[in-house]
């Protein structure tokens, strides 16, 4: 493969783990510690993310258990955790901060049904704009020394893998909405 076709592919495999990444966090039936991933507390001045100064477990399928390493930390992580758009309100106990999804109602799983398709579309805008910028590069080429019938091959190649990402990116977009939609 042309090492002109890498750039494009590597773009388009990072769009790829970017919404995938973003589909983790939406949470499904069950309890994710990946709803947490984008949280940070200020730990003596610095933002850290949860994970990196307590312990997550799931001990239950609805059940989100925190256990910071140090007490100083609950205040923080229970306020991290109210600012952020998980909507869900933490217990606290004085030691660990338990949070309880409760089961989701049909019409919520429709409305993540959208917001997952709706980050799938913007993932194949972001492949389709990257294999327009390839196209625009390669057209560029032409007068110089690469042959019409190359540029016409890496034109062919950028389509065929644009079309491998689409594919991957639907293939993400109805795995997770299945997963949503399972009671």
């Known amino acids: 493969m042309d090492e002109r076709l890498n750039v494009y592919e590597e773009k388009m495999t990072k769009?790829?783990?970017?919404?995938?990444?973003?589909?983790?966090?939406?949470?499904?039936?069950r309890a994710n510690p990946h709803v947490l991933d984008k949280?940070?507390?200020?730990?003596?001045?610095?933002p850290t993310p949860i994970q990196?100064?307590?312990?997550?477990?799931?001990?239950?399928?609805?059940?989100?258990?925190?256990?910071?390493?140090?007490?100083?930390?609950?205040?923080?992580?229970?306020?991290?955790?109210?600012?952020?758009?998980?909507?869900?309100?933490p217990t606290n106990d004085g030691s660990t901060i338990r949070l309880v999804f409760p089961?989701?109602?049909?019409?919520?799983?429709k409305e993540l049904v959208k917001d997952v398709k709706k980050k799938g579309e913007a993932?194949?805008?972001?492949?389709?704009?990257?294999?327009?910028d390839g196209n625009e590069a390669f057209k560029k080429l032409k007068g110089s020394e690469v042959s019409e019938d190359a540029i016409k091959d890496m034109e062919d190649s950028l389509q065929k893998m644009?079309?491998?990402?689409?594919?991957?990116?639907?293939?993400?977009?109805?795995?997770?909405?299945?997963?949503?939609?399972?009671?």
């Open 162 to 183: 644009t079309d491998k990402f689409i594919e991957k990116v639907d293939k993400a977009i109805d795995a997770k909405s299945k997963e949503v939609l399972t009671v």
């Open 103 to 109: 089961e989701l109602t049909e019409e919520r799983r």
């Open 52 to 89: 990196q100064v307590a312990n997550i477990s799931v001990p239950e399928a609805r059940l989100i258990q925190i256990q910071p390493w140090e007490k100083s930390l609950l205040k923080a992580i229970e306020k991290a955790i109210n600012m952020s758009d998980i909507g869900i309100n």
């Open 123 to 132: 993932a194949k805008v972001a492949v389709r704009n990257i294999r327009r």
């Open 15 to 29: 769009t790829l783990a970017s919404l995938e990444s973003e589909l983790v966090t939406i949470r499904a039936g």
């Open 39 to 46: 949280l940070v507390v200020d730990y003596y001045g610095s």
